[in-house]
């Protein structure tokens, strides 16, 4: 099983709906995890980072943790079509010294 | 405040050469991370550098190598270079000491085409 999995998608929404991003990962002891988005032929930015159990809001953006299950989530309400972009799914390993990434999901807004 | 600044921006090399990549983190930051992209195998991790000292390796050949000198800039090598090193090289740089306090800030990349 890979570390963090994420459906590669495209996952096509509509302007204005809410964009829900999942991510799930295997090691039970990581503790600290983060959204990152990346735009074709750029380099990925942070979005979000979360590390307690529950939601994080900053702005349309809430991320969602549930350790017990071992999933990330990531939503994006009233959705534009400048989110469209590949959201990466990120976990920092236990020495917390690296980054370890999901393949990544593909969003489409649509106008 | 500048960003993550890697160079070249692109490089097109030999099977069996070797590549010098470059990294010039944030000013103050620390640590640096290297990553390789490519569309199959996504993001993954190369190295990770912390007051000139390799505090984490991935799991890839010992081709690749890396070093952090004492003003924090950052240069990975890779020999011997394979068609399959064909990627975006990404360098990324953090406070080091926290890192969900001082996340990963990315450079833009060097686009390695391996011919």
């Known amino acids: 099983q890979k570390e963090v999995e994420q459906n590669s998608g495209p996952l096509s929404v509509p302007e204005g709906a809410i964009a829900s991003l999942n991510c799930t990962y295997s090691?039970?002891?990581?503790?600290?995890f983060f959204w990152y988005r990346q735009y074709s032929g750029k380099s990925p930015e942070l979005i979000m980072f979360?590390?307690?159990?529950g939601d994080k809001e900053d702005g349309r953006f809430t991320a969602q943790l549930n350790k017990a299950s071992q999933y990330v989530s990531l939503l994006i309400r009233d959705s534009q079509p400048s989110d469209s972009a590949t959201y990466l799914c990120?976990?920092?390993?236990?020495?917390?010294?690296?980054?370890?990434f999901g393949k990544g999901t593909t969003l489409s807004v649509s106008s | 405040k500048a960003g993550v600044t890697q160079t070249p921006r692109y490089l097109i090399k030999t099977r069996g050469q070797q590549v010098t990549l470059s990294c010039s983190p944030i000013?103050?930051?620390?640590?640096v991370s290297w990553y390789q992209q490519t569309p199959g195998q996504g993001l993954q991790f190369l190295f990770e550098?912390?007051?000139?000292?390799?505090?984490n390796k991935g799991n890839f050949p010992g081709r690749f190598s890396g070093r952090q000198f004492s003003n924090s800039r950052s240069e990975m090598n890779v020999s011997t270079l394979e068609l399959g090193d064909s990627a975006l090289y990404l360098c990324?740089?953090?406070?080091?000491?926290?890192?969900?306090?001082?996340?990963?800030?990315f450079g833009n990349g060097t686009r390695l085409t391996v011919t």
């Open positions: 990324a740089s953090s406070l080091g000491t926290n890192s969900y306090n001082s996340p990963l800030h």
């Open positions: 090691d039970r002891g990581s503790q600290s």
């Open positions: 979360i590390y307690s159990n």
């Open positions: 990120a976990l920092l390993n236990q020495a917390g010294t690296a980054l370890i």
């Open positions: 000013s103050g930051h620390r640590s």
């Open positions: 550098y912390f007051s000139e000292t390799q505090r």
